[in-house]
């Protein structure tokens, strides 16, 4: 039976992303967020949404609130229709699906420094326009990604991913055997790329918006056994069809070590993630309709016994 069901869930996938394909990118795009801007306000998932921007933004009212979260549910749905259209998106296109980059720079640099480079962002914009812009640069990197319990809809995902891509790529699913094949990866010179702002329970504690909060330490722990480049970046929505991608100076995990002289790596693993978290941090506050605000970010005792406000009123 379940497997019965795995197959039907990827059919249903299958067929959506079969019409999505069929539908110009500007349509798709539209409809995708018009559909989940209308049905969003009334899932369980905006209340904790709802409470998550509680707490990240505690002066901001509740009318604010419910735009952000309808704005961020336009924002998925549009990601999720732009999905089998990708490869449409052009570098600095104004008249048509497009994106820029504004620090190129360190890019380029890190490319030059053949160094491995570990790629860090979030899930803000169009977060998955991200592989398909950096390949560009010569640093096609193979990410780390949760990989859904239906097998048949893993393949599918991953096959659109090496669709966008151009070419293919390695995919290393979150857990230990994906973790061994990342390091590898990393040993043989190769990037990865890391989407860090989901909560880990069995992460490192560090903070995000005044709170602690479960973090992945992946990103600092690889970069600093294996001397790789952290280059941090998001993705921002600048219209309906039009994205930036700014990237920030690198992080290097040796000036880590050499301001942290006497203390342990898991000292050194810590200051690093928490940079990461802040430079997060920053982005969110810049775009908070465009992040993921959808799952319980930090501890359950914030969500628990809280009056979390309406977002359907």
């Known amino acids: 039976m379940k497997l019965f069901l795995y197959r039907l869930q990827n059919f249903f996938l299958s067929l959506i992303i079969f019409c999505l394909t069929h539908l110009p990118v500007r349509m798709a795009s539209w409809a995708g967020g018009i559909f989940c ?16 921007l509680q707490i ?11 735009k952000t979260i309808s ?3 336009d924002n998925i749905g549009r990601t999720f229709a732009e999905f089998p259209h990708l490869r449409e998106f052009r570098p600095n296109h104004s008249s048509g699906p497009g994106w820029h980059v504004i620090g190129e720079n360190h890019l380029r640099d890190a490319y030059d420094s053949k160094r491995p480079v570990i790629f860090f962002s979030g899930h803000i914009g169009n977060w998955e326009l991200l592989p ?6 010569g640093l096609g990197f193979s990410p780390f990604y949760r990989s859904p319990n239906n097998p048949f809809l893993d393949r599918t995902l991953c096959a659109l991913r090496q669709k966008a891509v151009g070419h293919a790529v390695e995919m290393f699913p979150k857990g230990a055997n994906g973790a061994r094949q990342a390091v590898r990866h990393l040993v043989k010179g190769g990037h990865l790329g890391v989407l860090g702002d989901q909560k880990m329970n069995d992460g490192i504690e560090v903070m995000l918006f005044n709170r602690p909060t479960m973090t992945a330490p992946a990103a600092a722990a690889l970069a600093i056994r294996y001397n790789a480049l952290i280059v941090t970046g998001h993705i921002w929505r600048e219209g309906p069809m039009h994205f930036v991608l700014q990237v920030d100076p690198p992080l290097d995990p040796s000036l880590t070590l050499s301001v942290l002289p006497h203390r342990t790596q898991h ?3 810590q200051a ?3 940079d990461l978290n802040n430079r997060l941090q920053l982005w969110i506050e810049k775009h908070p309709s465009q992040w993921l605000w959808f ?9 628990k016994h809280q009056k979390v406000s309406s977002t359907k009123n």
């Not at 801007?37 to 998550?52: H, Q, V, W």
């Not at 990240?56 to 419910?66: G, L, V």
């Open 37 to 52: 801007r209308l049905i969003g306000p009334y899932l369980s998932l905006s209340k904790i949404a709802d409470r998550n």
């Open 56 to 66: 990240a933004f505690p002066n901001r009212d509740p009318p604010w609130r419910k």
């Open 71 to 73: 704005d961020a549910w």
């Open 132 to 137: 398909v812009i950096v390949a560009r640069y």
């Open 267 to 269: 000292d050194a693993v």
């Open 272 to 274: 690093l993630t928490q």
């Open 295 to 303: 799952h319980r970010r930090w501890g359950k005792e914030l969500y």
